[in-house]
């Protein structure tokens, strides 16, 4: 079974609309949780991680994401989609519930923004 | 410069070829790692380097050879590699290899096997 699902490799949403991009992983003990992004020709680059404390996580660009451990889900989203959001999303996990080092990548998200 | 940097960008070779990829760190970490980005499959960890150390090798082929002289630096040594080898290589780097530590990303190097 895979460690961690994004729903959805492409996402589409209109310049000013809510981003919402899922995630869920599939350990019964919480991991840490992350968010990167990957612009064109780019490297990946972090949003927002989650280790423990307030469940609710701001990121940077306006990101935000919030772990929900009854849904196992620690989804990405943005109020207001602007048209630099437009890339690639990736939810990742490690720690406690997985071979405790080790970074398990989604498939990733793709995200278009209209105009 | 400043975070991980990666040469060549892009790089085509044919599968008699010998070359290698380098990865470049000027943050001050500890960790390296070299992953693998296909298109359309998840991002696989290759090898792990801890304070010049290899810690993790997952499966990977022999034709893929790396090499850490020293933290800040990581090559990966690639000879009779096969089309399906061609892929985006990214290297990153962690201050430890700790589960909640950040792994910071170079650009990638577009790997083309012909």
């Known amino acids: 079974a895979q460690s961690v699902t994004q729903l959805g490799s492409h996402v589409s949403v209109s310049e000013g609309a809510l981003v919402l991009l899922r995630c869920n992983y599939s350990s019964s003990v919480p991991p840490y949780l992350f968010w990167y992004v990957q612009y064109p020709n780019q490297g990946l680059q972090l949003l927002l991680k989650?280790?423990?404390?307030?469940?609710l996580v701001k990121g940077i660009n306006g990101f935000e994401a919030e772990f929900k451990k009854s849904e196992t889900s620690f989804h990405l989203t943005k109020p207001s989609a602007h048209m630099s959001d437009a890339a690639e999303y990736f939810c990742a996990v490690s720690g406690r519930g997985y071979n405790f080092n080790k970074f398990y990548f989604g498939s990733g998200t793709k995200l278009n923004v209209k105009p | 410069e400043t975070g991980v940097t990666q040469t060549p960008r892009h790089l085509v070779m044919g599968m008699t070829n010998k070359k290698s990829l380098k990865c470049e760190q000027h943050?001050?970490?500890?960790?390296m790692y070299w992953y693998k980005q296909s298109a359309k499959k998840p991002l696989e960890l290759m090898f792990v380097y801890n304070f010049k150390e290899q810690t993790e090798n997952n499966s990977v082929p022999s034709r893929f050879s790396p090499e850490c002289p020293n933290s800040s630096h990581l090559f990966l040594h690639l000879h009779t590699l096969q089309p399906e080898d061609s892929a985006l290589y990214l290297c990153?780097?962690?201050?430890?290899?700790?589960?909640?530590?950040?792994?910071?990303f170079g650009p990638g190097t577009r790997l083309t096997v012909l």
């Open positions: 943050l001050g970490h500890n960790a």
């Open positions: 990153a780097s962690s201050q430890e290899t700790g589960p909640a530590d950040t792994q910071y």
């Open positions: 989650y280790t423990t404390g307030a469940t």
